[in-house]
């Protein structure tokens, strides 16, 4: 009877009958120093951090949590998903005044060197003045050994960074 009842359960739900297979794609977790130009505001410099999200990689599948900070304090928190050398990236833009966007970016990813690695990203910001777009061409930073302890106690890290609120960006006075 405990047979039958097992068997069941399993045939009822197939996901505790499979383990999900180990992450067997390339882990691209690093500090990256980017240089970009956007439509709207012209060249400017950022550094985006990618951490390989453990618990939702698997096979050649490889998510990421993507994070970055510019010079005018606007802050990006995301995710990013690669296959191969393709990333797919989704991100909030929050402002100093708490508004918010939602952006989205394509990237290619190239070996540099010994596991070092870069990309370029091409994204678009929707917004009420009908969008911006732009490129960053990305590096994988050299990491001192505070910056590698510190992205590594990060990466270990479970809890996913807090989401950007998802206020809509408004230029209407309230």
């Not at 290619?108 to 070092?116: A, L, P, Q, S």
């Not at 994988?140 to 890290?157: W, Y």
Request: aromatic fraction near 10%.
């Amino acid at each position: 009877m405990k047979k039958v009842i097992i068997i069941s359960a399993m045939l009822a739900f197939p996901s505790l009958a499979q383990a999900k297979p180990a992450f067997t794609g390339v882990n691209y977790t690093g500090l990256y120093e980017c240089k970009g130009e956007n439509s709207s505001i012209g060249a400017y410099d950022v550094l985006v951090a990618l951490r390989l999200n453990r618990v939702s990689s698997h096979g050649k599948f490889g998510a990421y949590y993507y994070e970055t900070e510019t010079v005018n304090s606007t802050v990006y928190h995301g995710q990013a998903v690669v296959i191969g050398n393709r990333m797919a990236i989704s991100f909030n833009i929050r402002d100093k005044k708490n508004n918010v966007d939602h952006s989205k970016g394509l990237a290619t990813i190239k070996k540099i060197g010994k596991d070092r690695w870069s990309f370029r990203k091409e994204y678009f910001e929707p917004d009420n003045s009908g969008g911006s777009y732009g490129t960053e061409d990305c590096v994988m930073k050299v990491l001192t050994a505070e910056e590698k302890e510190a992205l590594e106690k990060k990466s270990q890290d479970k809890t996913p960074p807090k989401p950007a609120a998802t206020t809509p960006r408004s230029s209407k006075t309230q």
